[in-house]
């Protein structure tokens, strides 16, 4: 069984993703915890989560993926940019627990000049102090692209996060096949290798959750900007081996790709039929 899913407005509330979700044909999704720039959620309404938690259930649902809003930057130069990351994250965290057990991805942050060493410092002082043992979240770091900036363009630079991270356990990656590819791995023509590399760099156990979308630009790039699948530089082909991946299939894949509801179903038939 291919878990595959796409990301969902969040407007309608817990239970009304799912139904969606539901409709088009996934058994996973992935929303923003709040306003993608990051203003202050909305009260959780509990019954709605529950509602949500009893249908993931009854449905054999993967693990869900929260995002963070993209704005935040735990590794800001500015003491304030970096306290609102970490207070938002933090109450993204409480948040969750109405919806115990699922995954909460985040961008690990950019720079600005500091330096990657400053960065990945910053970006797990922030994890520390967010990060309980109470928690049942796990919080994945989301490879990047490897523009400006960016932490997270690098394996290595995600397994320095890894390796300060005190409550290691609670942490994991999510694989963005855009951002790897605009990263410069080859995963339209070595899959294999790019695994190899995870595996040696990360540790695949680390990897919980796979962003899959087609990339407006060619390998190396350092663009991320997402493409629907089958229409950008990886192809349908190159993504349907990543989905049907010995060392991948059992993990929940998301699209990020630009497109509406109808457009993701079709896209999740696809890959499904591009499964067996
Ligand atoms: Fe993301
Ligand atoms: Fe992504
Ligand atoms: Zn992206």
Redesign the pocket.
């Known amino acids: 069984m291919l878990h595959i899913g796409c990301h969902l407005s969040s407007s309608a509330g817990f239970a009304a993703m799912g139904r969606t979700a539901l409709s088009i044909g996934a058994d996973t999704f992935q929303f923003f915890t709040r306003n993608p720039r990051g203003s202050k959620a909305k009260a959780i309404d509990p019954e709605d989560a529950q509602a949500l938690m009893a249908l993931l259930k009854e449905h054999h649902f993967a693990p869900l993926i929260a995002?963070a809003p993209y704005t935040l930057n735990p590794c800001s130069a500015a003491a304030e940019t970096r306290q609102f990351a970490l207070e938002t994250m933090a109450d993204d965290l409480r948040r969750m627990e109405y919806l115990p057990g699922q995954y909460y991805?985040f961008h690990p942050g950019s720079h600005v000049g500091q330096g990657m060493e400053a960065g990945i410092g910053l970006i797990a002082d922030t994890l520390n102090a967010i990060l309980t043992p109470e928690v049942t979240t796990t919080v994945l770091l989301?490879t990047m692209s490897g523009k400006g900036s960016e932490v997270g363009g690098r394996f290595e630079e995600l397994r320095e996060i890894l390796d300060r991270v005190e409550l290691t356990d609670k942490m994991g990656v999510?694989l963005?096949t855009?951002?790897v590819s605009d990263a410069g791995y080859d995963i339209i023509n070595d899959p294999d290798g790019v695994l190899t590399e995870f595996d040696r760099v990360i540790g695949l156990r680390r990897l919980k959750a796979i962003?899959l979308?087609d990339s407006k630009n060619p390998p190396g790039s350092h663009k991320d900007r997402?493409e629907v699948i089958g229409a950008g530089h990886l192809g349908l082909e190159a993504l349907s081996r990543i989905t049907r991946h010995p060392a991948l299939r059992h993990l929940p894949f998301?699209l990020?790709t630009p497109n509406e509801l109808p457009g993701y179903q079709a896209e999740i038939a696809l890959l499904r039929k591009h499964w067996n």
């Open positions: 995002h991805n989301e999510c963005d855009c951002h962003h979308n997402h998301c990020e």
